[in-house]
């Protein structure tokens, strides 16, 4: 084991079993404490695989990367500013469209990611049926299926993290041309050194997030025109606010990849339903 040892990060909405995929992946080699400085919970464990040791952290389930709740921003800040190796971002196949919203947020931030496309059984209990090379093809990034209560899917989950831990890093989905004229704009102008990708930071002071203000207008103060021109140019596009507007852009675009890489069928009935149907006919 005399390579570097890996840092993976798991991330994902609440119950997609990401926690599920954790324990199963780390077993007994885990412990639970804080952030520093917070009160969110932080698990972190290790597993060996293959002679390669790995750091794995359970990010907390959220559902947005703002900064509306402290557990939004211990997660968005572990990414952009630990620089894990890895995302795994955890999906339920049977939430498809809620779920690829968070990922498109996930996509922004240009990390190495791959998809942990989880509850695929579940999916197809529903009748919903994903295609998962399909999904890899339309987000540019590796997908897995896997249902973790089994434990399946995750040796080659943690095999194709471990590859793309050295491979590139993920793109992000492209808006309205109205939006991504004018996030170039301000990218153009944008000087300070940040940790975060400089189109991620532009998207992110368009729609007002106040820690990334902070950084950059208190060291180029004159962006601020620049992005509050560019911000009412873009709502009067639309006729309604920029959080509208980026929210609309990132659920249709997640309804958009959705339609396109699964369809609906009508689920078969077990045995056991045929013969509760059975049971229970008025003869």
């Known amino acids: 084991m005399s390579q570097r040892k890996l840092v993976m990060a798991l991330a994902g909405n609440a119950n997609v079993g990401k926690s599920v995929i954790f324990n199963q992946l780390t077993g007994l080699h885990q412990h639970v404490g804080n952030w520093p400085g917070k009160t969110v919970e932080r698990a972190e464990g290790t597993l060996v695989f293959e002679d390669r040791e790995i750091d794995v952290i ?6 947005s990367l703002s900064t509306y709740s402290i ?3 211990v997660s968005r800040e572990f990414i952009a500013v630990e620089h894990p190796d890895v995302i795994i971002n955890v999906v339920d196949a049977s939430g498809l469209e809620r779920n690829l919203a968070f990922t498109i947020q996930l996509l922004e931030l240009e990390p190495r990611m791959i998809i942990a496309l989880n509850q695929i059984d579940i999916a ?11 999904l890899s093809k339309a987000l540019g990034i590796p997908v897995i299926p896997t249902v973790a209560v089994k ?15 050295s491979g590139e890093r993920a793109k992000s989905i492209t808006y309205g041309i109205e939006i991504e004229d004018r996030v170039k704009n301000i990218i153009g102008e944008l000087a300070t050194e940040t940790p975060y990708p400089k189109r991620w930071v532009a998207l992110k002071l368009l729609e007002g997030d106040e820690e990334i ?4 207008y208190s060291n ?3 962006v601020k025109t620049l992005v509050e021109k560019e911000r009412a140019c873009i709502e009067e ?7 509208s507007v980026m929210t609309s852009e990132r659920y249709g675009a997640a309804s958009s990849i959705a339609y396109k890489v699964s369809r609906h069928v009508t689920p078969e009935k077990t045995l056991k339903d045929r013969l509760e149907e059975v049971s229970s006919h008025p003869f």
Not at 58 to 63: E, F, K, V
Not at 213 to 216: P, V
Request: glycine share 10%; net charge negative; proline share 6%.
């Open 71 to 73: 557990e939004e921003v």
């Open 220 to 222: 180029q103060p004159s």
């Open 237 to 243: 596009i639309h006729g309604h606010e920029i959080t």
């Open 124 to 134: 197809e209990a529903k009748g919903i049926l994903v295609y998962p090379d399909e």
């Open 213 to 216: 203000e902070k950084i950059i």
């Open 151 to 165: 434990g399946a899917g995750l040796t080659n989950l943690i095999d194709t993290a471990i590859k793309a831990s």
């Open 58 to 63: 359970d990010l907390p389930g959220i559902y």
